[in-house]
T-cell receptor, first 112, second 110 residues
Framework: EPEVTQTPSHQVTQMGQEVILRCVPI?????FYWYRQILGQKVEFLVS????????KSEIFDDQFSVERPDGSNFTLKIRSTKLEDSAMYFC??????????FGQGTRLTVV | DAKTTQPTSMDCAEGRAANLPCNHS???????VYWYRQIHSQGPQYIIH???NNETNEMASLIITEDRKSSTLILPHATLRDTAVYYC???????????FGAGTTVTVRA
């Protein structure tokens, strides 16, 4: 069964460093999303991406965040200068028609 | 501004049907009801969605009341692997985001 793949599964980074989280969405999907979940808290929407542009973003998704689809298969989330409060599980998701979204297993980001 | 209300937790016996309620009394005519679940901090998993009619797939059934103010997710034969947090979400079709609440923690017991 096709699935969304995220790498790495765990990333530790120093405060102020840039990180790139990578995702390979399901191949025929056209809509891509990033969510995050701080430990013990709710899953929060960050951004959606369709037709090579951001279609919606939340207040969390400020200038420190960016997304890119550098080629036909990858979808990345970049955090320019990480803060301690960016520590969270980051989930990538994709959807064929913006109805049911399929989530990856997540990248645990730890900022020290 | 929670759009749905779910019980915090519920237990279910293995092999029995699990009925998970959700209230969405302020739902508007163009909002769909979605159900997702999250097994122990894994990525959320889509279960089912519907607008007005009852829906069934290989995982579950979704029963939406006629006034659409509440719905019930039914897992027909719960297994230990169904232990998870279940989220009921209302969403307009043109919306891109899913707004997750706290959900219902369902524990299936042997």
């Amino acid at each position: 069964e096709p699935e969304v793949t995220q790498t790495p599964s765990h990333q530790v980074t120093q405060m102020g460093q840039e990180v790139i989280l990578r995702c390979v969405p399901i191949s025929n999907h056209l809509y891509f999303y990033w969510y995050r979940q701080i430990l013990g808290q709710k899953v929060e929407f960050l951004v959606s991406f369709y037709n090579n542009e951001i279609s919606e973003k939340s207040e969390i998704f400020d200038d420190q965040f960016s997304v890119e689809r550098p080629d036909g298969s990858n979808f990345t989330l970049k955090i320019r200068s990480t803060k301690l409060e960016d520590s969270a599980m980051y989930f990538c998701a994709s959807s064929e028609t913006n109805t049911e979204a399929f989530f990856g297993q997540g990248t645990r980001l730890t900022v020290v | 501004d929670a759009k749905t209300t779910q019980p915090t937790s519920m237990d279910c016996a293995e092999g029995r049907a699990a009925n998970l309620p959700c209230n969405h009394s302020t739902i508007s005519g163009n909002e769909y009801v979605y159900w997702y679940r999250q097994i122990h901090s894994q990525g959320p998993q889509y279960i089912i969605h519907g607008l007005k009619n009852n829906e069934t797939n290989e995982m579950a059934s979704l029963i939406i009341t006629e006034d659409r103010k509440s719905s019930t997710l039914i897992l027909p034969h719960a297994t230990l692997r169904d232990t998870a947090v279940y989220y009921c979400i209302v969403r307009v079709a043109i919306d891109y985001k899913l707004s997750f609440g706290a959900g219902t923690t369902v524990t299936v017991r042997a």
